[in-house]
């Protein structure tokens, strides 16, 4: 099963409801994808959840990291098609 | 003391440690379950519930510098821009969480000026304060207890100095110096959030001088310690923290911080809890310093503490029909403008921060003066117009226990009630909610809190680099003398 960490910015002032988001796009995985966090080395890419366009936890990340990053800063795509990314 | 992870940690660390409180005249039995605080308890227990929460964990936590495990913000000592700013953010997401004064950010203040500070001080007078002070700061990252930043001695006679007073208490001064410490008297005024901490940092109030060393003192001090007695500062509408009622607006988080007034009275120290004792001439340093930190953080808890003004405000015009009036748009729009503009100084004085000798990193000053002195005006702009918005109901509405009345009820659900699908209830919980956030104790808060308004004119006075600016005037005007 693909593996993908979640990581979440702070949320100091989110344009949408993250936690909600998350949880369909955890629902259009069906059960394809297991969720880590980032502190568990097994995983490749990294799906990061940012409550604005500032991005913050991705503009800290060390540009040498080995993952594959996909970025989330609203919640206007699909969920489905960020299950069909993340699975690509 | 055990490390506290998370609230039921908390909550019982503040039952395990015996301090004496007094509430309206009588001593407090057990502060962890008193209704005159638990409020206050709930508002700090977020700090350590946000903490463990994936999805706040990159503001709530930071890596120490010391030890280089994850600790709580809180006991952070800024290593960058970036935790300057991180900071603010964090201020700002906790408001939205709790709407009240979550307290912890007057002791995470004090460390960072002390670890500024003390390292000066042994630069210049060969002590080893700031050695002491860092063993210290890894304890309270250790066990992340909460700690009391205790500035504001009582000053009696505001026009005489601390050696000049008639009762040498009213600044809290060293007493007796002993082989094994020191004893301290005297007392600290307005202490948010002492009755539910651990410990209290007590820091000199002023700069001082030459005749002051006995005041000039700097300490930790367990709160359980012999000789100290809080009182509690009675709130606006504090007994509706009794009723537990939607009459207290804010049924889970109360109302600024609950300040209480912290008394010493021949209180022992041992050495190794203090960080400065005589040295006159750094006191200035530290107050302003402390200052600048606290000052720095207004935009953020109470830019977050404005946007649920702003939200509830909107829900009160929406229950009653008016949100889509234009003249209310507008307050809305303009409380919204006010709300992003103090957030704005908080993020641009950390922004513009720098680095300070001993590695930490400070905000600019004047920026963040100009910071709260804004909140002295624009919370209460803020406040004005939610009750512009809201409209006179916000002042007559009748006791949650006339809603709930066999006789009358019926006549409140009718009279009160706005749009329909809207319950009485509801637009009542949103009014209530209003109320509390918008007067009384709450705008003292905003005025007072991190130092009254003409403290911060007077760093204008001096930061403000008036002399530079009448040279680049006098350069345009092409004039000479």
């Known amino acids: ?88 | 003391m055990k490390r506290i992870i998370t609230k039921e940690d908390y909550v019982q660390s503040l039952k395990d440690q015996k301090v004496i409180i007094y509430y309206n005249g009588q001593p407090v039995k057990d502060r962890s379950t008193h209704p005159g605080f638990v409020p206050h308890i709930n508002s700090a227990a977020k700090t350590y519930e946000l903490a463990l929460m994936p999805e706040y964990e990159d503001l709530m936590t930071a890596k120490s510098h010391l030890t280089g495990k994850t600790i709580s913000r809180f006991t952070h000592i800024h290593q960058s821009v970036d935790d300057l700013i991180k900071k603010v953010q964090m201020l700002r997401l906790i408001s939205h969480e709790t709407a009240s004064c979550y307290q912890r950010c007057v002791g995470f203040d004090a460390l960072n000026a002390l670890y500024m500070t003390t390292y000066e001080i042994d630069e210049k007078h060969g002590t080893s304060y700031f050695k002491r002070f860092e063993e210290y700061l890894k304890k309270i990252q250790e066990e992340n207890f909460m700690l009391v930043g205790g500035m504001t001695d009582p000053k009696g006679d505001r026009s005489k100095r601390p050696s000049e007073q008639a009762d040498p208490d009213l600044f809290t001064r060293v007493v007796e110096k002993r082989e094994d410490g020191v004893v301290i008297s005297g007392a600290k005024a307005h202490q948010t959030g002492a009755v539910n901490s651990h410990e209290i940092m007590i820091l000199p109030t002023q700069a001082m001088g030459p005749g002051d060393e006995a005041y000039a003192i700097v300490a930790a001090i367990p709160l359980d310690a012999p000789g100290i007695t809080m009182i509690f500062g009675r709130q606006t509408n504090e007994e509706r923290k009794v009723e537990a009622s939607l009459d207290a607006g804010n049924v889970d988080f109360g109302m600024v911080g609950g300040e209480a007034l912290v008394v010493f009275e021949n209180v022992f120290v041992p050495w190794e809890r203090v960080f400065m004792c005589g040295e006159v001439d750094f006191c200035g340093t530290l107050v302003e310093r402390f200052a600048t930190l606290h000052r720095q953080n207004y935009g953020g808890c109470k830019g977050g503490i404005a946007d649920i003004i702003v939200g509830a405000s909107a829900l009160a015009a929406q229950y009653q029909g008016t949100l889509n009036a234009s003249h209310i748009k507008d307050k809305l729009v303009e409380m919204t403008h006010l709300a992003e503009t103090v957030y704005s100084g908080s993020v641009a004085c950390s922004a513009l921060g720098s680095k300070t000798k001993s590695g930490a990193y400070y905000p600019d000053p004047l920026l963040a003066n100009c910071t709260k002195h804004n909140i002295t005006r624009h919370i209460y702009e803020i406040s004005r117009l939610a009750h512009d918005v809201a409209g006179g109901i916000l002042a007559t509405l009748p006791f949650a226990q006339d809603l709930k009345n066999a006789q009358i009820g019926k006549y409140v659900d009718k009279y009160m009630k706005g749009i329909s699908g809207v319950s009485t209830e509801t637009r009542m919980k949103v009014l209530r909610l209003l109320e509390n956030m918008t007067g009384g104790t709450a705008l003292v808060e905003s005025m007072h809190g991190a130092g009254s308004p003409q403290s911060q004119r007077v760093m204008y006075q001096r930061l403000g680099k008036l002399q530079e600016k009448m040279r680049m005037a006098k350069k345009l005007a092409k004039v000479k003398e």
């Open chain 1, 1 to 88: 099963m693909k593996r993908v960490a979640l990581k979440y910015c702070g949320g100091c002032d989110c344009t949408y409801d993250r936690l909600e988001y998350v949880e369909k796009i955890k629902k259009a995985a069906e059960g394809r994808i297991e969720w880590v966090k980032m502190d568990n080395g097994r995983f490749d890419t990294v799906l990061m959840i940012h409550g604005c366009p500032v991005a913050c936890p991705e503009q800290n990340l060390d540009p040498g990291h080995p993952w594959r990053i996909i970025s989330v800063i609203d919640d206007r795509v699909a969920p489905e098609e960020i299950i069909k990314i993340l699975l690509e």
